[in-house]
């Protein structure tokens, strides 16, 4: 970058403006992990913790306290976490009343050490079936008991339930001995950066949010696609399916983000009440219509990876035509689709605006023309394009489709921080605003409900396909096809 802050590639040039950054330090606390010798600490928890602490993000006075049934040497678990401080590791038993109480001594120690002054963060890296347990025994042993001066938060994996009556019943499990704000549901998805420039994009800027509407935007595509099949989490997997695994969370806080109205501020509970708004508006999927606007696939070999049932008809594709009643959206559809084993990784938001009214260039027709694409790519390659069409050069008038294209790693010289690193720096800091309230978890399991409860057919798709043909058929009807990434 010159000093003026401007890039340049081939056929590129933009500039970068040192802008301004809302970043807080977080007060001082201590992180306690359940399930500290699992995968998903070591994968994501724990280096995004190093990840913080290398940008200087964690609190002064801080401690993490790894827990699991099986025994773990200390040094080898900071050995696992070179860059990671004050890290300390204790065998508990889950099921065992003097494992918590044991935990609450450790605590007292750490906090007198470390100064944290009791404030403590409870990570259930764990199965969804330990969470009304592990929730019950601390709450038994006064561990979250903030009448003390201490804050006590508790953090859940997904998924939060397996269906809305499992979800119900869930949360008021949790309500036996937490209050709301002290509840934080991990989503990842909405840890990564290109997710959060969604909001960004629409409302730190004037030029896009007037036409952000029916009368402008003809559809919007939401993609998740992934190249692998399910791997090691077959078994999980076989239980779970495609449309709780991604549709329930990830895909329709997708397109909340796209949809929802200008929050009065970006205060969590603001973001958070927009949202709810928009799950509040989606359009029932009444079992008459789901033959036109559903297709479920799996793929070929799916039922023979170890874990699955010979017989399985857990889908692991899913398209879906969503529709939001409101007044900015009435008439707009929404696809959405996810899938495992596809022809290629990719996930973005594609929002398609309307052909031009009337084409001056004939013989031409508007349909001649490639309608205006804005496009949100979460990953691999992070980034915004916007397509146009522009004349290419000579003395004809000869138009073309025009792609600007903006990429996270070329335009900052780094890739975007892994999407845990955003939010654990939000739960130390007590930001909700990334984290599914329970309202929202109550509309997006009731939305997709009929789904669960419909006998619909499971259609075959070969791996490295772009899934079902019948998906296509789903926008062909109205004159459209999914965007290829």
Known sequence: MSSDGLRQGPGLKFS????????????????????????????????????????GLLPEAFFVLGLGRTPVDEAALRARAPGLKNLHYL????????????????LK????????????????????????????????????????????RVVFEKPFGRDLASARSLAAEIRDHLKEPQVYRMDHYLGKDTVQNVLMFRFANSIFEPIWKRTYIDHVQISVLEAEGVGHRAGYYDSSGVLRDMFQNHMLQ???????????????DRVRDEKIKVFQALKPLEPADLGRSVVLGQYSGYRSAPGVSSASATPTYAALRVEIENWRWKGVPFYLRSGKSLRKRS???????????HSMFRPLSPSNLEANTLVFRIQPEEGVSLTIEAKKPGPKICLGALTMDFDY????????????????????????????????????????????????????????????????????????????P
Request: one cysteine or more; a negative charge; glycine letters at 10%.
């Open 16 to 55: 970068i403006r040192e802008g301004l950054c809302i970043e807080h330090k977080p007060a001082p606390c201590g992180l306690v992990l359940f399930g500290a010798s699992g995968d998903l600490v070591a994968r994501k928890i724990l280096p995004s913790l190093q990840g913080l602490s290398a940008h």
């Open 91 to 106: 065998q508990v038993d889950y099921d065992a009343p003097g494992s918590y109480e044991a935990l609450g001594r450790k």
């Open 109 to 152: 120690e750490l906090s007198g050490k470390y100064g944290t002054r009791g404030h403590t963060i409870f990570y259930l890296a764990l199965p969804p079936s330990l969470f009304h347990a592990v929730t019950h025994k601390l709450g038994e042993a006064g561990l979250l008991d903030e009448s003390f001066g201490g804050c006590a």
């Open 254 to 268: 997708l397109l909340a983000l796209v949809a929802m109205e200008p929050p009065a501020s970006f205060a969590a």
């Open 347 to 357: 996930a973005e938001i594609a929002v398609v605006f309307k052909h031009v009214p």
């Open 409 to 484: 790693a070329e335009a900052f010289g780094e890739h975007p921080p892994e999407s845990y690193e955003r939010l654990l720096l939000d739960l130390m800091l007590g930001d909700q605003t990334l984290f599914p309230r329970e309202d929202a978890l109550e509309e997006t399991w009731r939305f997709i409900q009929p789904l669960l409860d419909a006998e619909l057919p499971l259609r075959s798709y070969g791996p490295g396909t772009w899934g079902p043909a019948e998906a296509e058929r789903l926008l062909e009807d109205e004159g459209l096809s999914w965007r290829q």
